[in-house]
């Protein structure tokens, strides 16, 4: 009876203060927006639906604190002392929580756009459906931590160790994953798209319905017991081993990040590679007769002696790219992008020229072109021989 007695005061007191305006204090520390509560101890406080925005909390021991739904965005929580305590729901964003302890704290459903996360130490941390968007998380902890369904889009998570980590279906569009420890991660149906994982640790790691359309692999560490669709696995051996003179007749490589692959007189007949990434690789010689290459980036492409007959290139960037030689009879260039490209000696009989960018592009006396085309009227430079 005593204890419910205290309880009603309580609620009571808290009705008094807020109707008059006043603070609440808890061990000295005003709970009030922009509050400076440095090194304070605030352990097993309840401050669920506290308005501590913009607070500096820099070193406050916040262990087994009840934050529920509270409003810390903005605040300043360096070094801060947070494990077990209850952060669900609440609002971090824009929060500065560098090398704060919040190993084995609740962050499930909550806000950290654009929270810093340096060196923190997330270890066992739940961050279920949190969102991260634009997070700092260089060099944290995340060692078996739950991040299923977490989005990290554009999260820089450069360095951080997320292995064993649980990221099943979460989202990292554009993330940088660059020399991330994801070893035995499960990363299954999470979305990839554009992440860098270039120097990542991907051994083990359950990659299965994965996401990695434009995503990075280059430098990426794969082995026998990672877990990937073929599809990625094949792109990770290119971008990684080379493919030259390798027949991938028919591969599907659509939407891969391809940059800088050495395709060298590789035989890709007939393969899916619309809206890949081909900028600056090397596909000198190669057969891509028929191969599909819808809005994919070639910019800066070597492709001299490529034959590239009956190609689907509808709106291909092919800006800079080396065309010398090639053949590209009935080629659909239709909407193409070839300005300053290499088109001398190149073969275009046939070929479907019709809204393509030519401007710029360089041509020689022996580059053939469709009966009727006017290269001068398109853009194109003749130079010479």
């Not at 305590?85 to 090398?99: I, M």
């Not at 010398?324 to 088109?343: E, I, K, M, V, Y």
């Amino acid at each position: 009876m005593t204890k419910l007695t205290d309880a009603c005061i309580l609620v009571l007191m808290s009705i008094i203060l807020l109707a008059f305006g006043c603070t609440r204090t808890v061990n000295g520390c005003d709970i009030k927006p922009n509050t400076w509560c440095e090194s304070a101890s605030l352990r097993d406080a309840d401050l669920t639906n506290a308005d501590l925005s913009g607070a500096i909390l820099n070193r406050a021991i916040l262990r087994d604190a009840d934050l529920s739904d509270a409003d810390l965005s903005g605040a300043i929580l360096w070094e801060a002392v947070l494990n077990d305590a209850d952060l669900s729901g609440v609002d971090l964003s824009g929060a500065d929580l560098t090398a704060a302890n919040l190993s084995g704290v609740d962050l499930s459903e909550a806000s950290l756009n654009g929270a810093i996360l340096r060196n923190a130490n997330l270890s066992h941390t739940n961050l279920s459906h949190a969102n991260l968007t634009k997070a700092i998380l260089w060099w944290a902890d995340l060692n078996d931590a739950d991040v299923r369904g977490a989005t990290l889009r554009d999260a820089y998570v450069i360095d951080a160790d997320l292995s064993g980590v649980d990221l099943s279906g979460a989202d990292l569009t554009d993330a940088d994953l660059s020399g991330v420890g994801l070893n035995r991660a499960d990363l299954t149906n999470a979305d990839l798209s554009g992440a860098n994982l270039r120097g990542g640790d991907l051994s083990g790691t359950n990659m299965v319905g994965a996401n990695l359309n434009r995503a990075y692999l280059s430098g990426a560490t794969l082995d026998d017991n990672t877990q990937i669709d073929a599809k990625w696995r094949l792109v990770w051996e290119i971008v990684n081993q080379g493919a030259s003179g390798r027949n991938l007749t028919g591969a599907d490589l659509s939407d891969a990040d391809l940059t800088n692959a050495d395709l060298s007189g590789a035989t890709l007949r007939l393969a899916k590679l619309r809206h890949a990434d081909l900028s600056d690789a090397d596909l000198s010689d190669a057969d891509l007769a028929v191969a599909a290459l819808s809005k994919a980036d070639l910019l800066r492409a070597k492709m001299h002696g490529a034959d590239l007959s009956m190609a689907d290139l509808i709106e291909a960037n092919l800006s800079g790219a080396v065309l010398r030689s090639a053949n590209l009879s009935d080629a659909d260039l239709s909407g193409a992008t070839l300005n300053q490209a290499d088109l001398s000696g190149a073969i275009l009989w046939w070929a479907n020229l019709s809204g393509a960018d030519l401007r710029w592009a360089n041509y020689t006396t022996d580059t053939k072109w469709p009966e009727g085309f006017d290269p001068r009227v398109a853009g194109a430079v003749l130079v010479e021989d």
